[in-house]
T-cell receptor
Framework: DGGITQSPKYLFRKEGQNVTLSCEQNLNHDAMYWYRQDPGQGLRLIYYSQIVNDFQKGDIAEGYSVSREKKESFPLTVTSAQKNPTAFYLC?????????????????FGDGTRLSIL | DAKTTQPPSMDCAEGRAANLPCNHSTISGNEYVYWYRQIHSQGPQYIIHGLKNNETNEMASLIITEDRKSSTLILPHATLRDTAVYYCIVKSPYNFNKFYFGSGTKLNVKP
């Protein structure tokens, strides 16, 4: 089945530690996104990538980093500079670019990673 | 992108139609209306989207008013598994990074 896989489902971070959240998709989508969701709130965009080897900051990029070396993968690193990392992290994808009406296609989401501080 | 307004919560009896409203009075001509839902501790699930015509799929129907200032998502026969937070989003196809999820409507389907 095609879809978006996020791992791990739960992750714990120690003080001063960087952690990396995995996001893989086999939908042949070009665009990928990372969001953060805090309890009782909507989603906030961290980073997005419209094509391999290119990505842009979203609304709350500070303390996070990403890479897009492969079309299928868009890992997110939560660095020690992110002082309040406890949240639910969601990855999404959209595309492919050549599809009809690419710009209005919906984003499709993974099941998220819940990050907590030890 | 236009802002949306949704009621914070709604109740619906199991087996009845659930009608979830969304106000988007500042929507512009090229902006689409999208609906997603999020069941607790899962990622948002895409339901349906449309521009100005009413749309229907296997999950739901989307009714957009003629002036496009509001829309209604209809779940024709709600089940307990439809209990979730429903988000209405308005977005232009030219803004790839602008899916703004607000607080949504918590739909409680009751037996």
């Amino acid at each position: 089945d095609g879809g978006i896989t996020q791992s791990p489902k739960y992750l714990f971070r120690k003080e001063g530690q960087n952690v990396t959240l995995s996001c893989e998709q086999n939908l042949n989508h070009d665009a990928m996104y990372w969001y953060r969701q805090d309890p009782g709130q909507g989603l906030r965009l961290i980073y997005y990538s419209q094509i391999v080897n290119d990505f842009q900051k979203g609304d709350i990029a500070e303390g996070y980093s990403v890479s897009r070396e492969k079309k299928e993968s868009f890992p997110l690193t939560v660095t020690s500079a992110q002082k309040n990392p406890t949240a639910f992290y969601l990855c999404a994808s959209q595309g492919p670019r050549g599809a009809p009406e690419y710009g209005n296609q919906p984003q499709h989401f993974g099941d998220g990673t819940r990050l907590s501080i030890l | 992108d236009a802002k949306t307004t949704q009621p914070p919560s709604m109740d619906c009896a199991e087996g009845r139609a659930a009608n979830l409203p969304c106000n988007h009075s500042t929507i512009s001509g090229n902006e689409y209306v999208y609906w997603y839902r999020q069941i607790h501790s899962q990622g948002p699930q895409y339901i349906i989207h449309g521009l100005k015509n009413n749309e229907t799929n296997e999950m739901a129907s989307l009714i957009i008013t003629e002036d496009r200032k509001s829309s209604t998502l209809i779940l024709p026969h709600a089940t307990l598994r439809d209990t979730a937070v429903y988000y209405c989003i308005v977005k232009s196809p030219y803004n790839f990074n602008k899916f703004y999820f607000g607080s949504g409507t918590k739909l409680n389907v009751k037996p």
